[in-house]
């Protein structure tokens, strides 16, 4: 699809922190999601991406409070469509730990079962049991030493399921340098 390829082109300005003026981008990201509504990868990487210019590049106070909105209003949208999905609830879990009040939230001084983040990542596992990914993200939210285990299994054990990741542009890349700061970090 042609949106993954305009994607991947945004996606690799990421980390560069230049200024860039992102309201071209932010206009292709909204179309996309008007053209594809039930399009869950769509959704998905259009949420790593706006988040991620949120929270990591350079864009003006008017950029800033555009993408903020399209932020949480594509997370309410896509999530009332998407809560029984295990990969929307692995990626969007995962994400939710990162400036939650981006996506309208006030988690962060709830205990860690009562944030949305843990919620999902643990209905994605519950509803696979047998995915390591969800597993690992799952333990890996309740600091478990085991999840230290998986994920030396998933970066020398389970090239599927990096292979898999890799197929996610963006999200799939953090999601492996979330796995990867576990390993080295546990």
Same mark, same amino acid.
């Given at each position: 699809m042609k949106w993954k390829d305009d994607f991947d082109k945004i996606e690799q300005t990421f980390g560069h922190h230049? &200024? &860039?003026n992102w309201n071209e981008d932010l206009k292709l990201v909204? =179309?996309?999601?008007?053209d594809f509504p039930m399009d869950i990868a769509l959704h998905i990487r259009s949420l790593y991406l706006l988040?991620?210019?949120l929270v990591e590049e350079i864009c003006s106070d008017d950029e800033h =409070?555009?993408?903020? &909105?399209l932020l949480k209003e594509t997370f309410t949208n896509s999530t009332v469509k998407f809560s029984n999905n295990p990969e929307y609830l692995f990626f969007i879990g995962k994400l939710l730990?990162?400036?939650?009040?981006y996506f309208g939230l006030g988690d962060d001084e709830k205990p860690i079962e009562e944030r949305l983040a843990f919620q999902m990542q643990k209905k994605a596992f519950e509803k696979e049991p047998d995915n390591l990914l969800y597993e690992w993200s799952f333990l890996f939210s309740k600091n478990e030493k085991y999840a230290y285990d998986l994920s030396k299994t998933i970066l020398h054990n389970s090239s599927e399921e990096l292979k898999w990741l890799r197929t996610w542009g963006f999200p799939g890349k953090y999601m492996i340098d979330s796995i990867i700061y576990c390993f080295k970090n546990s």
């Open positions: 230049k &200024k &860039k909204r =179309d996309y999601l008007i988040h991620n210019i =409070d555009a993408i903020a &909105k730990y990162v400036s939650e009040w």
